[in-house]
């Protein structure tokens, strides 16, 4: 938490293992809904014996052709004193048969499935099965889920909300939740409570296990997959064809194809064969880079292995942490070094340097930012809120699903910001949908219960339900109902102090594990005007898209999308309704939020801008409005002797906002110190594209909300934007933003840095990238935003080709390093504009020294083995390089000497031929 220093290596290494055990089995007070007598379960009780039959018949064969497991691996996953940890791991691997709950849009169905633990407890397997034979049925494949790609496993929670869901209780209900938002939940039934107990107890283990593994170990798993996919014939040895056909083609190792023979031969047996255990010695050896090897040259004085004191030295000079203590370096060797006799005298081989280069603790990003590190205790205004727009779409804003998963996935990303669009259902219960769409709905309790499930999955700082409400009084006060009965004490009813003792917005410390609703609310009334419901203007917030209807002639069937400014040809959409032909039109107008309805009789024209449309609220609905009261937008009101009206907040389009940021950007920065505002997509975004979301930031707007579905550098940005400070989705702004421009004695309170940046290489991004290049670009700030863009790769015959070598160098003068975020795109020049991968990240969570660069598909997940490898050095900058502003890049220029690693005194360096055989 703020305050507290993460300096110990030791304490992040148990981070992720104390995260996974957090709300493991749901909330107490999660209703049951409507279920199915167990003889009803399909296939449950005819299929049962029979499949434990064939089970045995099978035996354990494993679907992949894999060595045998390792010993050390095998001890530490099944390391443990419970008795009933066993015994479920031991049921786990002989196979049961569940029931596969198959999602549809509309239905889902449910189908028997033999599932089981692979060997290696590795892998969850499932087939399809006959129910009344038992038998796997012809065609169909086994399907395996690795367990290091699960998020989380849970007892008593179907993840989908279809029809076929509501007909099973949830106590024997088993979900599996994937890292990635593209990959839906897998949700069986077991044939009992106790059975979905046992798997969920079991697979939850092997994953904390899993991932709680040391480097060292991770890595030699990775290695004996590796050599699974080489042995071919499955006979527990690999060749040098079979190294040559798949190592160096596809880029793992980094070398010619005669020094990878000459290695290899070192290693061989005498039949020339490598089994697993000479495999893993020559993998080490030959995934070793070029650079690493300089560097370890560098630092080692016997050039055999770095002591405790080289590492400290290293780390604290040339990687720039100066949090670091040698016992911090004890860990890391024992974590990185998998040489037993180097381990056990404390030194770290080359592999075991390399291994630790490559690992987080290594990466750009500064691996303590991985927490919670800043001030929470600060009003809700000085920070960024991370935040979705239209949560509930999985697609575009007009057609597509409407889906409980959408929350879901926001929420276990980190988000503190839903939206949802309330409307009547036709069954009396309140909906969920994108509004005079065909956008599928979903009720507005099921989305309730989602979030209630998720909302604090992955952060305890509050979350804030932005409720878009068109429901008539009675609906709103079923929503109010069910606000209260699902969330529970979660939900904030009430000011967190004596309302008058307010002066501010309370902290994300105060409002901890509380979710707050952002919504229209009724004006204060006396208790002598007390009543159910009550009228409030339209107007007192902007509509996100302005819908009129026109009735047309019979013939007119066709609608058009027409905005308040020029836009590409778009799709129609009408449909009959009563009789007569009504033909949507949609027109977005940001500054207005009234809802103008024509017939034939007013010839289609529509409420004069002026009228105010009046709409009913339900009082018990209000009262849950505490602190983000929405109201229209008037002025920015900034006079400091007048009282602040905290707890109203107001939502700009993305045109209006732009808006006010260009003409009134110092008004806007002192009046977000006080106040929260939102922001959204333009309403012709139909496509769900995303806004640059760095000039809202700019100008000090807190929820700036984004398309979470989308896949774009506009959410690779706000991805970038909110890891740091543990993902929690609050970032505190620059000092600028929250107090006054200067401090007491009249310095400035942003300090200006020179980030000076050598590109080195590239690791693992496949063949034929000689024509590669990268992209560096620094937004922020109007005066910081710049880009350098590097030569193509250099072409190195000796090598394979996969590992491009740019070697160069460039300066950045950054004005406002609270601001700027940095960004890595590599492209190829022969299929541009598509990049191999991109790393966004914020510059104050920029690591210093050598650093990986790990690669990142659209989704946020890191390519695997794709790096860029950097040296970072800042240091502030001068009053020269404020008067130059932006410097142009450094091509070939000597960087300072704090730039080279210190060289031990005695040492001489050594052929890299000599070093790898020596190895």
């Known amino acids: 938490m703020a305050g507290k220093s993460k300096s110990s290596y030791e304490f992040s290494c148990q981070t992720a293992e104390r995260k996974l055990d957090h709300r493991t089995y749901g909330r107490k007070n999660s209703t049951v809904p409507l279920s199915l007598p167990v003889e009803r379960h399909p296939g449950l009780n005819t299929a049962s014996k029979s499949a434990n039959r064939l089970l045995k018949r099978r035996g354990s064969r494993s679907h992949s052709n894999l060595p045998r497991f390792p010993t050390r691996i095998q001890e530490a996953l099944t390391h443990c004193t419970k008795s009933s940890v066993h015994e479920a791991l031991s049921k786990l691997q002989q196979g049961e048969v569940l029931c596969k709950i198959k999602r549809r849009r509309w239905t889902g169905r449910v189908e028997p499935k033999l599932c089981k633990i692979d060997d290696s407890l590795l892998y969850f397997r499932y087939a399809s099965i006959s129910c009344t034979c038992g038998f796997q049925l012809p065609g169909n494949k086994e399907k395996t889920v690795d367990l290091r790609h699960i998020r989380a496993i849970r007892f008593g929670r179907l993840e989908s909300k279809d029809e076929i ?34 798997w969920v107890t079991g697979l939850n283990y092997l994953r904390r296990q899993i991932l709680a593994l040391q480097p060292r170990l991770q890595h030699e798993l990775t290695i004996w997959e590796r050599f699974g996919s080489l042995d071919h014939d499955n006979d527990g040895h690999v060749t040098l064809h079979d190294v040559r056909r798949t190592l160096c083609r596809n880029g793992t190792a980094p070398y010619s ?22 495999f893993f010695d020559f993998y080490k050896t030959a995934t070793c880079r070029k650079e690493v090897v300089q560097i370890f040259n560098e630092i080692s004085a016997d050039q055999i292995g770095i002591t405790v004191r080289e590492l400290y030295k290293f780390i604290q000079k040339t990687q720039c942490d100066a949090q670091i203590t040698e016992k911090d370096c004890i860990k890391i060797i024992e974590d990185f070094e998998s040489n037993d006799t180097a381990r056990e ?6 592999p075991g340097f390399s291994l630790y280069l490559s690992s987080r603790f290594s990466e750009i990003f500064n691996w303590r930012h991985d927490e919670v590190y800043q001030d929470m205790k600060q009003p809700l205004s000085h920070y960024y809120i991370a935040s979705s727009h239209n949560t509930y779409l999985t697609g575009d804003q007009l057609t597509e699903r409407s889906s409980t998963d959408a929350y879901m996935n926001a929420l ?11 409307w009547d259902g036709s069954d009396g219960e309140p909906i969920i949908y994108h509004g005079y769409t065909f956008t599928s709905r979903i009720k507005f309790k099921d989305a309730i219960e989602v979030i209630g499930k998720y909302a604090f999955e992955t952060t305890v700082f509050p979350l804030i339900l932005s409720i878009e409400n068109h429901c008539s009084v009675s609906q709103q006060d079923k929503m109010a109902a069910y606000l209260k009965q699902i969330l529970g004490s979660e939900l904030l009813v009430a000011t967190v102090n004596p309302e008058q003792q307010e002066v501010k917005l309370p902290s994300p410390s105060a409002l901890r594990g509380k979710i707050l609703l952002k919504a229209k609310k009724l004006p204060s009334l006396t208790i002598d005007n007390v009543t159910e419901s009550g009228d409030v203007s339209n107007d007192d917030e902007p509509d996100e898209t302005k819908y009129e209807f026109q009735t047309e002639d019979e ?45 034939s009789s007013t010839n289609g024209s529509s409420r004069k801008s002026s009228e105010k449309v009046k709409h009913n609220l339900s009082k018990s609905l209000s009262d849950l409005v505490v602190y983000c009261k929405s109201v229209k937008f008037k002025s920015f009101d900034i006079d400091p002797n007048k009282p602040k009206n905290f707890r109203q907040m107001s939502s700009f389009s993305e045109t209006k906002a732009f808006k006010l940021v260009k003409t009134n950007l110092n008004e806007a920065i002192e009046y977000h110190k006080y106040h ?23 100008a000090g707007f807190q929820i700036v909300a984004l398309n979470y579905q989308t896949k774009c550098d506009e959410m690779e940005i706000c991805t970038g934007k909110f890891r740091q400070n543990g993902n929690c989705g609050y970032v505190l702004k620059p000092r600028d933003q929250r107090l006054s421009s200067c401090g007491e004695d009249g310095e400035e309170l942003s300090c200006a840095k020179l980030l000076n940046l050598h590109i080195i290489c590239g690791q693992n991004l496949g063949l034929n990238n000689a024509g590669t290049f990268v992209e560096v670009s620094v937004s922020g700030d109007q005066q910081d935003v710049t880009q350098r863009v590097t030569n193509t790769a250099k072409s ?32 190829d020049r022969d299929k541009a504009p598509d990049k191999i991968g991109q790393h966004t990240l914020p510059f104050s969570s920029v690591a210093q020294g050598y650093r990986h660069v790990p690669l990142l598909k659209r989704d946020g997940t890191k390519l695997h083995g794709s790096s860029l490898f950097v040296f970072v050095h800042v240091e502030p900058a001068t009053k020269r390089h404020a008067n130059q502003g932006r410097l142009k890049s450094a091509h070939g220029t000597k960087l300072n000497e704090n730039f080279t690693t210190e060289q031990t005194d005695g040492a001489r360096k050594l052929p890299l031929e000599y070093q790898l055989s020596v190895l």
């Open 676 to 698: 929260l505002s939102r922001t959204y997509p333009a309403g012709i975004r139909t496509d769900s594209s995303n806004y640059d979301p760095q000039p809202m930031w700019n």
């Open 165 to 198: 869901s509501r007909k099973f209780r949830k106590t024997d209900s088993i979900s599996i939740v994937f890292d990635s938002s593209s990959r839906l939940p897998l949700n069986f039934l077991a044939s009992s409570e106790d059975s979905a107990k046992m």
């Open 412 to 422: 276990l990303k980190g988000c503190r910001c839903v939206e949802l669009d309330c």
């Open 555 to 599: 013939g007119a069937q066709k609608g058009r999308l027409a905005t308040n400014r020029s836009f590409p040809e778009t799709r129609s959409i009408s449909r009959i309704k009563s009789d007569h032909f009504f033909s949507r039109h949609f027109r977005t107008n940001s500054s207005r939020s009234s809802a103008g309805y024509s017939s």
């Open 796 to 827: 190195n015959d000796s090598t394979t080709g996969c590992d491009p070598n740019w070697d160069e160098k460039f300066i950045f003068f950054i004005n406002k390093p609270e601001l700027a975020m940095l960004r890595f795109v590599v492209r």
């Open 257 to 278: 194809f005669d020094m990878i023979e000459t290695l290899f031969q070192k290693h061989a047996s005498e039949l020339g064969t490598c089994d697993f255990t000479r």
């Open 345 to 350: 005298n404390l030194h770290l081989t080359l």
